[in-house]
């Protein structure tokens, strides 16, 4: 059983919690916990491209290079916050996935395909178990959620 609750920086900040939409909703629904652009994926592959020697540009990378890439460059997805953790029975786990109209027509998905939220990560302390959604934009705008907008 999932029980969702509010992390404390956004405590008063009146979001609703993680709902089923209809009666046959196979998942809740999540929204933004403020408002957020993210930015092109064009503008990652860009600065990626402008920091590499053009010399070695078609050489191979191992992951070591491209995580102190990534690091230096602030080029990585961008994390929408729910302001929402959620307690879970043992064994069980909170799978994330963006709403399923949002790659057709917002051009929106999810970097990492699937999230994935382990019973062990409520009350997280790094985060208090911040759930995010690693969003990446495939159009060549940045695109604004606004607080409030369902997400996932």
């Known amino acids: ?5 509010v992390v404390s920086k956004y405590a008063d900040a009146g979001l609703p919690m993680p709902a089923r939409k209809t009666k046959y909703s196979a998942g ?3 929204v933004a916990a403020e408002d957020i652009i993210i930015p092109p994926y064009e503008n990652h592959l ?3 491209a402008l920091s590499c020697n053009p010399m070695d540009a078609n050489e191979p990378k ?8 990534t690091k230096g460059l602030k080029a990585k997805p961008t994390l929408v916050p729910t302001g929402m953790k ?3 029975d043992p064994g069980t ?3 994330l996935s963006v709403r399923s109209s949002s790659p057709l027509k917002y051009w929106l ?3 990492n395909g699937v999230g994935i939220i382990d019973a ?3 009350n997280n302390p790094d985060n208090e178990g911040h759930i995010y959604f690693q969003m990446i934009n495939l159009s060549p705008f940045p695109i604004k959620i606004q607080k409030g907008e369902a997400i996932g």
């Open 1 to 5: 059983m999932a029980k969702f609750e």
């Open 28 to 30: 809740y629904d999540m």
């Open 46 to 48: 860009a600065a990626l």
């Open 62 to 69: 191992d992951l070591s290079w491209i995580s102190d890439m």
């Open 86 to 88: 959620c307690k879970l």
């Open 93 to 95: 786990y909170l799978e």
């Open 109 to 111: 998905i999810l970097a």
């Open 120 to 122: 062990d990560y409520y």
